[in-house]
């Protein structure tokens, strides 16, 4: 198994948020895909709902959302990569968001076709 560093460097990745934690192999809808699964989880600085600053640990995890994006094919089959996106709440404006990521604002020439599903 390959570094999380090298393998998000292969695919163009620079978010030193994910990890990268297996691959497996899987069929869908006839297709064999090569799917990689990740985490991405952080502390946040402040809320991007209110602006304010995180201190004393008022944005806390709450719970996750897994996010599937294709990109172009990897030897001969098209890859996924399904990532677990924490969540979070903040106490002050009772507000939830989840953690982010530039991967999905990547433009379509550079490997990623687009968000398959999220769910």
């Given at each position: 198994?390959?570094?999380?560093?090298?393998?998000?460097?292969?695919?163009?990745?620079?978010?030193?948020?994910?990890?990268?934690?297996?691959?497996?192999k899987?069929?869908?809808?006839?297709?064999?895909?090569?799917?990689?699964?990740?985490?991405?989880?952080?502390?946040?600085?402040?809320?991007?709902?209110?602006?304010?600053?995180?201190?004393?640990?008022?944005?806390?995890?709450?719970?996750?959302?897994?996010v599937?994006?294709?990109?172009?094919?990897?030897?001969?089959?098209?890859?996924?990569?399904?990532?677990?996106?924490?969540r979070?709440?903040?106490?002050?404006?009772?507000?939830?968001?989840?953690?982010k990521?530039?991967?999905?604002?990547?433009?379509?020439?550079?490997?990623?076709?687009?968000?398959?599903?999220?769910?």
């Amino acid at each position: 198994m390959c570094s999380n560093a090298s393998i998000t460097e292969i695919l163009g990745i620079n978010d030193k948020n994910l990890v990268i934690l297996g691959n497996e192999k899987e069929n869908i809808k006839g297709i064999e895909y090569t799917v990689l699964r990740g985490k991405l989880s952080y502390r946040p600085s402040c809320c991007p709902k209110c602006g304010i600053v995180n201190e004393n640990y008022d944005i806390t995890k709450n719970g996750s959302q897994t996010v599937r994006i294709l990109f172009n094919r990897v030897n001969t089959n098209p890859l996924i990569l399904m990532v677990k996106k924490q969540r979070f709440f903040f106490k002050h404006c009772e507000s939830t968001f989840m953690a982010k990521t530039p991967i999905k604002e990547y433009p379509t020439d550079t490997g990623v076709l687009g968000i398959l599903r999220q769910g």
